[in-house]
């Protein structure tokens, strides 16, 4: 069975991190419930896929417990560089640190798609991002935690199919959590969900981020979403980072005040601006 999952959900569920970066390590340690969020320092990123560059030169540093949004055009380099943090692709130059020796668990990633397996019910695919640790004697307790902190409690034995969709990636925020990462990646994981949905997940997003204090980095087409939840959005465009704006509006976030508004606007002018040159 345990081959048959690794065929079927994304490789970095299993902290396949480990595969990219030799000095990390796979020893178990028992999760704080207070996460400390790994800092990441890139340098020099690059990557191409044939003739076509799409990262060239990428410099980031983030601070350990801060969230980050990222938006762009489509084509930009934005899920590229996600990719390559959560280690899913090796880039062809360049660098990913994360200023401390990483276990398989560190690091984990949610996707727009909710990726559930159908037979099996909400608290076993929530079991499934304990990797390894799913035959541990507390894993049915870890989940049902971890369910417990998306709202689901009460669906641990549904079947995915009977799930809404907002249900769906609940579920899968779950499966991510359940393992304690030090680092949350996020690629458009809301994009596919209805308006109202879509904020209540955002303040989820926001509140678990908020307790358990992981490093978040957002990849969203939603400029919104990126200043209502960020403490920081990053501007790529043609592979570079041509826009790093500070947000410093208290929490919790009021939608649609005048300052994230402000702050929205510039941004999108700046997506923008490009359209009105060609």
């Known amino acids: 069975m345990q081959t048959a999952l690794r065929t079927i959900l994304p490789e970095t569920e299993f902290g396949s ?13 028992e999760r704080p419930t207070q996460i400390s969020g790994l800092p990441l320092g890139i340098r020099g990123l690059r990557k191409s896929y044939g003739d076509n560059e799409v990262l060239r030169g990428i410099d980031l540093h983030i601070p350990s417990g801060q969230f980050v949004a990222i938006v762009g055009k489509s084509g930009c380099g934005k899920s590229t560089l996600l990719r390559l943090i959560a280690g899913l692709e090796k880039s062809d130059a360049g660098s990913v640190s994360f200023g401390d020796e990483i276990q398989a668990e560190d690091i984990r990633v949610m996707f727009q798609e909710p990726r559930l397996l159908p037979w099996a019910r909400v608290l076993s695919n929530v079991e499934v991002g304990l990797g390894r640790d799913r035959s541990s004697t ?3 307790v870890r989940a049902e935690k971890a369910l417990a902190e998306v709202g689901l ?18 579920v899968a925020l779950a499966r991510a959590l359940v393992s304690r990462p030090r680092v949350l990646a996020f690629d458009e994981p809301l994009g596919a969900l209805d308006a109202l949905t879509r904020i209540s ?26 200043v209502a939840l960020a403490d920081r959005v990053l501007v790529i465009e043609e592979g570079r980072i ?5 947000v410093n ?17 510039s941004i999108l002018n700046h997506l923008l601006s490009g359209d009105d040159r060609t």
């Open 17 to 29: 991190r480990a595969n990219f970066a030799p000095h990390a390590r796979v020893a178990r340690e």
């Open 138 to 140: 507390d894993a049915h």
């Open 153 to 170: 409690a009460d669906k641990r034995d549904q079947w995915p199919s009977v799930l809404s969709g907002g249900q769906k990636q609940r």
């Open 201 to 226: 997940m955002q303040r989820l997003l926001e509140r678990v981020w908020r307790d358990q204090g992981f490093t978040a980095i957002l990849v969203t087409h939603d400029v919104a979403e990126a």
């Open 242 to 246: 041509a826009h790093d704006v500070v």
């Open 249 to 265: 509006a208290g929490r919790p976030r009021e939608r649609g005040s005048a300052e994230l508004a402000g702050l929205e606007g």
